[in-house]
Nanobody, 120 residues
Framework: QVQLAESGGGLVQAGGSLRLSCAASGRTFSSYHIGWFRQAPGKEREFVAAISWNAGSTYYADSVKGRFNISRDNAKNTVNLQMNSLKPEDTAAYYC?????????????WGKGTLVTVSS
């Protein structure tokens, strides 16, 4: 099982940008589709974006389409989420996960996440 660790969160003003990283351990990382998910206070965890094992396909939630970009570097065992034009409603803890069923069903193993706070 691949272990994932998120980083890159922080406080940003509305309209700003952040780049989140998901670092993986394990030699089979390149075999997995990877997704980003988020959970806002008092809300359920929701899907944000996913990238296929070979980066040939990506998929985004409607709420982030055109603003977020997911990418991966299998040589470095990383998946990145570039977040632009951030909105206060993007405030949440962000998690990466392997994807059980493409594109948005997570495997269900969660790390500590990284907190993104967007001020208005």
């Amino acid at each position: 099982q691949v272990q994932l660790a998120e980083s890159g969160g922080g406080l940003v003003q509305a309209g700003g940008s952040l780049r989140l990283s998901c670092a993986a351990s394990g030699r089979t990382f390149s075999s997995y589709h990877i997704g980003w998910f988020r959970q806002a206070p008092g809300k359920e965890r929701e899907f944000v974006a996913a990238i296929s094992w070979n980066a040939g396909s990506t998929y985004y939630a409607d709420s982030v389409k055109g603003r977020f970009n997911i990418s991966r570097d299998n040589a470095k065992n990383t998946v990145n989420l570039q977040m632009n034009s951030l909105k206060p409603e993007d405030t949440a803890a962000y998690y990466c996960s392997t994807v059980r069923t493409w594109p948005s069903t997570p495997m269900g193993y969660w790390g500590k996440g990284t907190l993104v706070t967007v001020s208005s």
